[in-house]
Every structure is written in C-alpha cells, then in structure tokens.
C-alpha cells in the first residue's frame, strides 16, 4: 500500500491510489501555474506534472505518468492536488508542490518555480 508521512497533505486512498494535497499562503502562492516535482536521496529532483495558465489552462506530465497522475488545480481554495493511480515501485520518492508567478515553457525545470512546499514522503510498503 501506498502511504505518506505523517506530515504532508496527502491521504491514502483504496486500489493502490492516493491524492496528495498541497495549499500556499495567498501572499506566496500563484494557483495557476503550479507543479509537482518528486526526489530520492542523491539525485536530482524530478518533474512530474504541471500547469500552465494561458486563457485555458494546459497540463504536461512525465511520461512515465501519464495516464494514472493527475495534476488539478482549486483556485478558490489556493490549493493544488496530484492524483496517483495505480502505483508503481518507482512512484516512491519525496514530492513537491511548486508554483511560479510566469508561464514560460520551462515548467520542467525546478529553477524556474520561486514558491516550494517541505515535501511529502511517498512509501509503498510491502
């Protein structure tokens, strides 16, 4: 089963999924171009999905998720989320919920977001 750490703002959900949470002060946080990036020790971080506001909003995924992570967006709460269906062992990492005040084309590089959350651990135990 899939689970975070104590800390974090994800829940474990049945059939091997999970959603994970991730909400910013107003004063910090641009809702609408967000992203999630994940991390193991002693390597680089690594993008997952993101968003990008240009009139209608556009996502982009690794491929390696694409078709069980879902990344969405709750403006009204300043909150983004990331849905994780149907784990694999290599879903195991730190992630990251991220936001920057631009929309460019480099929304899979870590240094072009400004705002970071602390991190959520996502296990598999077996």
């Known amino acids: 089963q899939v689970q975070l750490e104590e800390s974090g703002g994800g829940l474990v959900q049945a059939g091997g999924s999970l959603r994970l949470s991730c909400t910013f002060a107003l004063r910090t946080f641009n809702s609408y171009n967000v992203a999630w990036f994940r991390q193991t020790p002693g390597k680089e971080r690594d993008f997952v999905a993101a968003?990008?506001?240009?009139?209608?909003?556009?996502?982009y995924y690794k491929d390696s998720v694409k078709g069980r992570f879902t990344i969405s967006r709750d403006t009204d709460k300043n909150t983004m989320y990331l849905q994780m269906n149907r784990r694999q062992p290599e879903d195991a990492a730190s992630y990251y919920c991220a936001s920057r005040a631009g929309y460019e084309s480099d929304y899979n590089e870590p240094l072009a977001y400004q705002n970071w959350g602390q991190g959520t651990q996502v296990t598999v135990s077996s």
């Open positions: 968003v990008r506001e240009m009139g209608v909003p556009y996502t």
